[in-house]
């Protein structure tokens, strides 16, 4: 963290060195009327400066070391026909735009922002709207993508890209965007060394953040409200998660947080609120989920049979529907020392754990889990005394699925 | 003034009442007697609305009772087991039954004095010993000033003194020229009451006639004399 | 009619069973509010009480009260007033009183510690609950004469919808279970007045986005402002209904 930290300290001073260059004024009435002549007119280190109004250019292609800079809010709009900005050029700083009605396309995915195999990068400060992809990096190292509004208002699905899209780049840092409206929110796919800081990702079509063969990355402090199914990180080792919040993604297929094929990887401090289940793990291994909290959820934790040596501990679960279910027999995951406020047990010995063991499973969500329109029944009487008996008696529960030293108190987080 | 026309009613394969024709008019003070199960509950409450009849008409001042409810302004019931609500006090019945019937004409509280129930207005009906009740049931009859009496069993259950008070009203009435209906077993206590009697037997009437005719046909001077000798005779026939 | 209901009511409103009800159901309340620091937690807790203790006194105790009142109709029925005002007055008494007993046992702390759309709606399937077993209560005591019965049947009705027709659904799941039943079981759930209250809670609770297929065809169903009007509509069909039917066969009654 801290070498990383002195390599953007660097680059941002690199950088103010190229700004003190020559300025190009672009505008209405100014030296150069449109942005494509300031371009051609200009040399590495020099800034180009775009003053309000609105700018229909085709497609605009940087292709020097330079700071482009709009001050005003000017536009630049791609008339729905043209990738809109292409970086081609290391070193390069945009700044300050609207950038709105990209084209679209299948095949060369175009996009409000598209930075080409270029390192060095800075994107900030733009809104970036209504464009098929809105920020687009591929094959490019330390990009700082930063306090930019991204938002598409297309209902065809098919004219939908992704928010912040990245495919197979390296040291990105993705921090304080605002996403919404896309398929995706931000997308990693063979990304590493990245970091996704402090993103608000809404209300988008499919993952609020979608993590695909990208190791090594960390995602703290970011929030995912009502996105189609949440967040999804997949065939991924090595992803530190903390301190997001996940919440709100209701639906058939939704999660707060989809782990598909991952392990070696964190999960600390995070809120899963309000999701229909809070955590889905389908083959996972060695992963740490701790001191979250997993509160109002459908399923707080949908563990498959192909996951094992995960450890769950210190963490609160409160107000779930169903704290955990699992469709195997086998247990080879660890959940003691957690919080659970449906557990009844009780602390002779007074050191805030309970005496007899919780079992999370209930024998209602296992019937739920075999035959889905059994849930009309939840909170009838009848399931509660099948419940009742079945804490006495298990029998179609799994007896060794349980917590050892269910804490009596709910964790401070 | 009440005519009870043809009527039938059975109760399962019980036939309780059997094609009974009866006239009752204003001035007259009969007494229902007859064995138990013959049917006088059944006709009291006929023509009170509580039992429909099978066939037939009740007409009360000439105009069918069915589906009526107001011509019951003109009648005061005495039940013959009366039960209250349990937590309602005395006050409370006498206020409702007061507030339902809206009398225009002020009310007749002779008993409700004599009775003295006005110490005993706060206290539930739960509490009270059933003379009391009967008390409280009697009151509410004579309250209104009543064109028609029917009074079932009314002096059973009371302690000779209100026994008394209850029958002195009853002839005031009768004076008054009020048609009343009684039903009872004690047929000595009926002498001074009533100056006709209908008699019952299985659902049907057997005779209905006057006082003063029944004793000068048996040459009895008590009632309960006549009726026996007319029983006995009719048990040789 | 409001006449005969004020005197019923304070009737009741003395009657020492109701106030134990009225003190069970706030012990109850406030302390299961008091223990559980997390409200939602309380009001489904709570939800349990509605559904199982609400609807067993609202039907035990109306049908004893009916039944108790006999000789006390037959003295209305004698006086200048129709039989079916008797018969409104006295259940709206009885259903007024039992609502109030509800109102300050359950409602109360409802209203102080779950103050939201879902502690409301709670509350709404506790007055349904109250208001459709009193009138089933009604229903069986105008089905027979005998006290011993009409309570036998009552209390047949309340096992029959709390625990036996959950039952039933729940072998009909399994029996069909190759088969798309939702629809199906929405129109079998409408059957029982217990399964609607505890629907239009659930609902409100926001459990139904997670039963996948189930859920959604739920939710449209029910979940919308005209589903759960629907359901309403449907409880208050519940309440009318049986005590129309008691009413009709009262009105014929020979007392």
Known sequence: MKYKIFVWLFLLLGFSAIASGRQLLTGPFKQYPSIKQALNQSLAGDTVLVFAGTYKEGNIIIDKPIYFKGTGNPVIDGELKYEVLSVKSPNVIVEGFTIRNSGHGSLDDPGGIKVYASNNVIIQNNKIENNFFGIYIQYSKHCLIRNNYIISNATDEQLIGNGIHCWKSDSLQITSNEIQGHRDGIYFEFVTNSDIFMNHSKNNIRYGLHFMFSNNDSYVLNTFTGNGAGVAVMFTKNVKMFHNVFEQNWGDAAYGLLLKEISDSQIAGNKFISNTSGIYMEGTNRIIVTKNSFHQNGWGMRIQASCMDNIVTKNNFTANTFDITTNGSLVLNNFDGNYWDKYEGYDLNKDKKGDVPYHPISLFSVIVEMNPPAMLLYRSIIVSLLDKSEKLIPSLTPDLFRDNTPLMRAIEL | ?237 | MYRIMKYVMLDILKNKILLFYTLLLAILSWSVFSLEDNATKGLLTLLNMVLLTVPLIAVIFSAIYVYNCGEFIELLVSQPIKRTKIYISIFTGLSISLLLAFMVGAGIPILIFAFNVSGLHLIIAGIFSTMVFTALAFLSASLTRDKAKGLGIAILIWLFFALLFDGIILFLVFQFAEYPIEKMMIGISVLSPIDLSRILVLLELDVSAMMGYTGAIFKEFFGTFTGRLFTILLLILWTIIPFLIAMFRFRKKDL
Request: glycine share 8%.
């Open chain 2, 1 to 237: 003034m009440i005519a009870f026309k043809n009527i039938n009613k059975s109760f399962g394969r019980l036939k309780a009442l059997h094609d009974v024709n009866l006239d009752c008019n204003s001035g007259s003070t009969l007494a229902l007697i007859g064995p138990n199960g013959c049917g006088k509950t059944t006709l009291i409450k006929g023509l009170l609305g509580m039992v429909v009849p099978d066939s037939g008409q009740i007409l009360f001042n000439g105009k069918s009772i069915y589906n009526d409810h107001l011509y019951r302004n003109c009648i005061g019931y005495m039940p013959q087991i009366g039960r209250y609500p349990d937590n309602m006090t005395i006050g409370q019945i006498i206020d409702m039954i007061q507030e339902i019937r809206q009398p225009e004409k002020p009310v007749d509280d002779q008993l409700y004095r004599l009775f003295d129930l006005k110490n005993m207005a706060d206290k539930k009906m739960r509490t009270l010993s059933g003379g009391t009740t009967q008390k409280v049931s009697a009151t509410l009859a004579f309250m209104f000033n009543p064109d028609v009496l029917i009074l079932d069993e009314p002096t059973a259950g009371l302690d000779p003194l209100a026994s008394e008070i209850l029958k002195e009203k009853i002839i005031q009435e009768k004076e008054a020229g009020k048609l009343i209906l009684i039903t009872s077993h004690l047929l000595s206590e009926l002498d001074e009451m009533v100056n006709g009697i209908i008699f019952m037997q299985d659902g049907k009437i057997v005779f209905k006639k006057e006082v003063d005719i029944i004793k000068s046909e048996t040459g009895e001077d008590r009632i309960s004399k006549a009726i026996a000798k007319i029983l006995k005779s009719a048990a040789h026939v």
